[in-house]
């Protein structure tokens, strides 16, 4: 381990996938982070699983979902049988217009592609370190870790608590923590399974009482490697854990006690295995205990929570990584605004404006399914369902960040408004590059896109003159580069064609020019009609700021 320093400008308490996100995030923007962590090495356990197609555009954004689905295998639905008999089958499949389908990665997968990233960055996380306590004033946080060699005094600008469901920092904090915990305790094993079912379908199996209740249950789902499954059954016996709560009062996650063997395992999978099968290659296993709760504030001060430190509940439908790597992506680029001066006033309130519905919206819905109650359409049908288990609906429409809409929105209102998020779009054309694109490449970076909808070459040239400070702007126009007048000279760099229709369409683009604005979590904060970059550059002075003289 290297010497700690005494001073950072952000320090992030946990390792595992949120806390590495947040520490990515801010690397990527310069910020100085300080990220330890109390484990000595990465845990080897495929605890979360199911990474979302939100998730994975947030990995292209950052720059590494490539390596993500290098490691990765894909998710293409599940199979549901009851008391032997295949009831139904769910495949999962998401528009054209979305860059990435649903995938299975071990968490610990996910840690190491992030930390991974965050040391080509320059950071590194720092291990067998645990934030004992800490203080705050006005100025920052001074925080008490316990290091191999002793305690060890650190001063940061801000703190991030991503230390999971007995959080030190939620408890100093101060915070609060309702919820409650599931009778049940379920065993949880890494093994592999001769079986010919279809790749890439998990197996939900459970044997039903006379009056429809579950009484027995077998969920597996697909790992990386050739007939690889993490099971997850109900505990027998011997097994069960002793005690109702953690020493804290909150039980959630694995137990620590003894751990299921393979014969464990077989005896579910000879009671409700869809087909005759033998298991074998068991490499971990675990008993587990499911929580559902959600933190009353995801920050006081200068300190915030993220992850499980903020919102613990069941897996169903993997939405609890995933949504705690959002809360780090979202809180990210906006404590890296408040570190360079340029945040404006309310910008670091807005995280829990944003994120805390979202989490309760998900411990809420996670908890209804879990019950009993299924998957729920919400008004909708197969469709709206797989977008939301895919986090393609989180939206923040009622953010303190968001710009009252002003014209610029198709007649019959379809397109994106502010706090929604950006949509892809294929078939893109730019000068200079041989192939086609997607406009989500335009948003890979850091800052904030402008995104400026030209549909005739007299709008396009006055776009051309567009220039706010610390914003990439692109003008896009229908049809082919250079449109209908082959005269019109090419604008080199930052002029793109939306040949197929493609971009209109997902923003609700028409016949008028149209002005977005896409923050750097790829959210829109604004929108309006026109070429409207003065009223653009207002409302950043209002929500991002301006650097400290």
Avoid at 190 to 201: A, C, H, N, R, S
Avoid at 281 to 303: N, T
Avoid at 391 to 410: K, R, T
Avoid at 462 to 490: F, H, K, M, W
Wanted: hydrophobic share 40%; charged share 20%.
């Amino acid at each position: 381990m290297t010497t700690l320093p005494t001073q950072t400008q952000v320090l992030v308490a946990g390792g595992g996938p949120i806390g590495l996100m947040a520490a990515v995030e801010l690397r990527r923007r310069g910020v100085d982070v300080l990220i330890v962590d109390a484990l000595a090495a990465r845990p080897l356990w495929a605890k979360a699983i199911g990474v979302q197609p939100r998730t994975l555009e947030i990995l292209d954004q950052i720059g590494i979902v490539r390596s993500a689905l290098d490691a990765g295998t894909v998710m293409r639905g599940q199979q549901v049988y009851k008391d032997g008999a295949l009831v139904g089958q769910i495949d999962i499949e998401v528009p054209d217009q979305v860059p990435y389908r649903f995938a299975a990665l071990p968490q610990y997968e996910t840690e190491r592609v992030l930390e991974e990233h965050l040391e080509r960055l320059g950071g590194r996380l720092q291990r067998e370190v645990r934030l004992l306590s800490f203080t705050q004033d006005d100025a920052g946080v001074t925080a008490v870790l316990q290091t191999p060699a002793g305690e060890k005094t650190v001063r940061a600008e801000y703190l991030v608590g991503a230390d999971g469901a007995h959080s030190i920092v939620r408890k100093t904090l101060g915070i609060g923590f309702e919820g409650d915990a599931f009778p049940e305790s379920y065993m949880l094993g890494d093994v592999e399974v001769d079986w010919d079912l279809p790749q890439g379908y998990a197996v939900r199996s459970s044997r039903t009482t006379g009056d429809g209740a579950v009484d027995d249950l077998l969920v597996a789902i697909p790992l990386p490697g050739r007939k690889r499954y993490r099971m997850s059954m109900l505990v027998p016996p011997e097994l069960a854990p002793q005690g109702s709560t953690g020493a804290d009062g909150i039980t959630h996650g694995f137990t620590g006690g003894r751990e299921p063997e393979l014969h464990h395992i077989q005896e579910v999978l000879d009671r409700l295995s869809p087909v005759p099968v033998t298991a074998g290659r068991l490499r971990w296993s675990s008993v587990f205990r499911i929580s559902h709760r959600l933190a009353d504030r995801y920050s006081v001060g200068r300190a915030f929570i993220a992850g499980d430190a903020a919102h613990i509940h069941p897996p169903t439908g993997a939405q609890g990584m995933n949504t705690g790597l959002q809360d780090a992506y979202n809180l990210g680029w906006k404590l890296a605004q408040a570190v360079s001066g340029h945040g404006a006033p309310g910008l670091l309130d807005s995280y829990h404006a944003e994120r805390h519905p979202v989490g309760e919206e998900v411990v809420g819905r996670t908890v209804r399914a879990a019950r009993g109650g299924g998957i729920e359409t919400g008004g909708g049908g197969r469709d709206t369902i797989i977008l939301r288990e895919a986090q393609l609906l989180v939206g923040y429409p009622d953010s303190p960040l968001n710009a009252a809409v002003d014209g610029g929105v198709a007649e019959d209102g379809t397109g994106p408004l502010p706090g929604d998020r950006a949509p892809d779009a294929t078939g893109l054309e730019q000068d200079g590059v041989a192939g086609p694109l997607r406009w989500h490449e335009f948003l890979r970076g850091t800052g904030h896109v402008l995104l400026l909808w030209a549909p005739d070459a007299a709008t396009a040239d006055a776009a051309q003159d567009v220039s706010i400070e610390n914003v990439r702007t692109y003008v896009v126009r229908p049809g082919t580069i250079g449109g209908s007048d082959p005269t019109r000279p090419l604008a080199a760099g930052r002029e793109i064609a939306d040949v197929h229709g493609h971009l209109a369409a997902n923003y609700g683009f028409g016949p008028e020019p149209a002005t977005v604005l896409i923050r750097p979590d790829g959210y829109l904060s604004f929108r309006s009609a026109g070429i409207a970059d003065e009223a653009v550059a207002h409302h950043l002075l209002l929500t991002v700021g301006v650097p400290r003289r």
